[in-house]
């Protein structure tokens, strides 16, 4: 099983919201993390695009093989639901490729495909069944999520401007159609994108009173 500090506070706070489903979304969240973990230390793009190769295949196998085999992705496919959950996840690796693949000028043409493939992917592996209803504010979060994570103040605007783009489309029914913990983590995401705000780096307290209020009163 995936060990408590592998998990942020961020996703921590999430999980209190999932209830008996809090096992299986901690799996969720584990695999997002060791994607950015790869992104963020692997110095070489095919070395990246390598170990998330070996995620995406192991995912993926309808058995899993020797070469799948560890105590992370037994872990992962042992989970109720795995087979509802196998498209997000598959999604999610996929967006965080495109974001290692991509060159910084190419981000106009990156940022929609690592925002459907990530955002979209969390989400609908979170909630299976939910999965239709959650691409846009999915793709959302992930944009503010990366905005948080980018050094340059230019690319940084860039993310947001995407994001805002489509936080500015209507979501207000799409989010009414969502699990409280998937409005958790939306509405901050929303709610900041269209002030022009990046997610912060850790869980402030602002950020700490929002989600607590979403959960509570569930807006």
Known sequence: MIENHEI??????????????????????????ACAHIAR????????????AWWRDGIVAEQALAEHRSGEMDALRGVDRFADMRAGLVDMINGWEELLV???????????VYAHGRGHGVFAALCPDHA????????????????????????T??????????????????????PRMLRMMAIPAIS??????????????RLYRHMLRIQLFGR
């Open 8 to 33: 942020l506070p961020f996703q921590r706070l999430v999980l209190s919201a999932a209830g008996q489903n809090a096992p299986r979304c901690t799996q969720v969240f584990a695999l997002d993390n």
């Open 41 to 52: 230390m692997t110095q070489e793009p095919l070395m990246a695009q390598v170990r998330l």
């Open 102 to 112: 991509a060159d910084g000028e190419e981000w106009s043409t990156m940022l929609p």
């Open 132 to 155: 239709e209803k959650a691409d846009h504010v999915g793709q959302v979060w992930a944009l503010w999520d990366l905005a948080g994570h980018v050094a340059d103040e230019a690319l």
């Open 157 to 178: 605007q860039q993310v947001l401007d995407a994001a805002r783009l489509i936080a500015g489309d209507g979501l207000q029914d799409e989010l009414r159609r969502l």
């Open 192 to 205: 900041d994108v269209l002030k022009g705000k990046a997610a912060p780096l850790g869980l402030t307290g």
